[in-house]
């Protein structure tokens, strides 16, 4: 039986700069070098989330209205089986990494090259409201793997799970090394007046902004997970439009589309639009056969502030509601709803979703639906793609996104082990799987120089020889088979690759090139004169 969520309580500001010191110094000990010790605290994280099962549920329900399937999928499970695979791999990822060819050259090959895994340090995470154990412990997973310390700041705007966030890290992991400052603006201020080695934040791109600015008054890199404007493109030769219809309606349910990464906007060709939309009440019907509200399944919004944010785009369009509309504010409710639009500067193209709601935009050609997404927003978080094989690449090809998904809707992002991150303005760096090591990790390259090899590498010291630099010029530098407007030439070196090239490596191709060079020496002696 889960017990009730403690009363949320913010961390006292005073305590801030402590917490902040006291992980510093687990750090400074060392202990989070050792592979074990790491490896301990990934194991220990799961049987936390595990025995904190029944609470977390509990207050992902009472924060958010998210369904216990969802909690479990998306939330607790995801990142216990981000513990575990994080296990599965951490010895092969912190190892050091040989540096042979082609990083080094033959001529370096006796200084021992190799890059070594170390952790940056002492971590701040940063966690926003719609996925609040997920996007929280997640990167933690990432930290604890490369060895780092860790504070946390959960977001105040899911009070429950962030008590229970604190209670479960502060009780169960190495205590003072991972620790969680509950609270909002001026909790996160004292916590970005210290000083971290990495800052990772996942949450809007105006608050991505402060913490970016203010970490670089002090050099802190930082990870940005930030939001963004994600366009769907469904083109003519969409092989099922029911299907696409279905799909992207699955990325507006889950968690009432509280998801950085799904669609804000359909482009549509023009022609389609009516049997999409019949396509998307066939799907919403499938999906909630006695309404939307009535479902056990779909999220309520997470505060008045947002219901308000999202009601607002719906209010102030000049769009017409095709599918859903409903709103109760007394429940936080708002009914998935697509809205046909005809203007890009709608307010349901012009502002981020991050709620049920998506607009759908006819246009005349693919040329005209990809000027209008680069420019609503150029960089976004994601796109996604219904059209065949040559649109979808030219899509992909002619506008960049964070991630993109063929054919669905956030796909790409619904796999915990691959990359996931931004790009441009949706975000800075990635995490997830082998990333969320990188992420933490500092690739620290080391030469080893033996001393036997002093009189080889003496052209370094004064005074300068240029004779020994011209023979290491001759040792080192390769000859560009390219000349000065960029061309290839094909010089000797061309047709001597090309040849060895020739048949590949098998017995057949050594053949041939044997028969190559005998045919050219017999037509070579043979030449007439
Ligand atoms: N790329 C990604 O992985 C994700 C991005 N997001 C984005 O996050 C946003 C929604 O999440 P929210 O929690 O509302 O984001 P938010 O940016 O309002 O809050 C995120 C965190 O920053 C703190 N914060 C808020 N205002 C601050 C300020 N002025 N100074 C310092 N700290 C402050 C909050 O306490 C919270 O912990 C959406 O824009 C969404 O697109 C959300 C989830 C995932
Ligand atoms: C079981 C067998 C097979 C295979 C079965 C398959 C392929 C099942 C597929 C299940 C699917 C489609 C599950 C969908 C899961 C969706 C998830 C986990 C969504 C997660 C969303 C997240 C984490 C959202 C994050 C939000 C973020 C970051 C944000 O707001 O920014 C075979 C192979 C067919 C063989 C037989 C057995």
Redesign the pocket.
């Known amino acids: 039986m889960a017990t009730k969520a403690p009363e949320f309580q913010a961390t006292a500001l005073e305590a801030i700069p402590k917490i902040a010191s006291l992980a510093r110094g687990q750090f400074r000990t060392h202990k989070t070098k050792n592979l074990e010790w790491r490896k301990t605290q990934l194991r220990k994280l799961y049987w936390a989330l595990e025995d904190f099962k029944p609470q977390l549920v509990e207050a992902l329900k009472s924060d958010l209205g998210k369904s216990s399937f969802e909690a479990l999928l998306t939330e607790v499970d995801w990142v216990k089986k981000d513990c575990m695979w994080m296990l599965d791999h951490l010895d092969s990822f912190a190892k050091d990494q040989k540096l042979g060819s082609p990083d080094v050259p033959a001529t370096y090959s006796i200084m021992n090259f190799r890059v070594k895994k170390e952790p940056l340090g002492t971590v701040l995470i940063?966690?926003?409201?719609?996925?609040p154990v997920q996007?929280l412990l997640c990167p933690l997973v990432g930290a604890i793997a490369a060895g780092c310390t860790a504070v946390l700041?959960?977001?105040?705007?899911t009070p429950a799970c962030a008590m229970w966030t604190k209670e479960l890290i502060e009780k169960r992991l190495d205590s003072g090394s991972f620790s969680v400052v509950n609270?909002?603006?001026p909790?996160?201020?004292a916590l970005?007046n210290e000083k971290w080695d990495k800052i990772f934040?996942?949450?809007?791109?105006?608050?991505?902004s402060?913490?970016a600015q203010k970490a670089a008054q002090t050099l802190t890199p930082v990870v940005?997970?930030?939001?963004?404007k994600n366009p769907a493109f469904i083109t003519k030769n969409c092989s099922n439009l029911a299907l696409a219809a279905r799909r992207l309606l699955w990325g507006k349910t889950q968690n009432a589309g509280?998801?950085?990464?799904s669609q804000n906007y359909v482009l549509i060709d023009k022609d389609l639009v009516p049997t999409f939309i019949e396509f998307l009440k066939v799907a919403y019907k499938d999906m909630f056969p006695n309404g939307a509200k009535a479902s056990p399944d779909l999220s309520r919004i997470?505060n008045k502030r947002?219901f308000q944010r999202i009601k607002k785009m719906l209010d102030d369009t000049q769009g017409k509601i095709v599918m859903g509309g409903e709103l109760d504010e007394s429940e936080l409710y708002i009914e998935p709803t697509a809205v046909l639009v005809n203007s890009v500067n709608d307010s349901m193209m012009q502002e981020?979703s991050?709620g049920p709601i998506f607009s759908i935009y006819p246009v005349n050609t693919l040329d005209e639906a990809l000027n209008i997404a680069n420019l609503i927003h150029k960089t976004p978080?994601s796109l996604f793609t219904f059209g065949n094989k040559a649109e979808n690449n030219r899509i992909l090809n002619e506008m960049t996104s964070?991630g993109a998904t063929i054919n669905d809707g956030f796909f790409h992002?619904a796999v915990n082990t691959v990359p996931?991150?931004?790009v441009g303005d949706?975000?800075w760096g990635a995490y997830r799987g082998k990333a969320s090591f990188d992420s933490f990790t500092h690739f620290r390259t080391i030469a080893e120089t033996p001393g036997w090899a002093e009189k080889l590498i003496r052209v370094r010291y004064m005074p300068y020889d240029f004779k020994a630099l011209a023979f290491l010029n001759r040792l080192t530098e390769s000859k560009p088979n390219f000349d000065r407007s960029g061309k290839v030439v094909k010089g000797f070196g061309y047709w001597i690759t090309f040849l060895f090239g020739l048949g590949g490596k098998s017995a057949k191709g050594a053949f041939l090139r044997w028969l190559v060079v005998l045919v050219a020496h017999y037509l070579y002696t043979n030449r007439s004169s």
Request: some cysteine.
């Open positions: 940063i966690g926003p409201y719609n996925y996007l700041k959960p977001s105040e705007l609270g909002a603006i909790e996160t201020n970005m934040f996942t949450g809007s791109a105006q608050v991505g402060i913490i940005l997970e930030l939001g963004g509280q998801v950085c990464m997470v947002h981020e991050f978080l964070g992002g996931f991150g931004g949706s975000g």
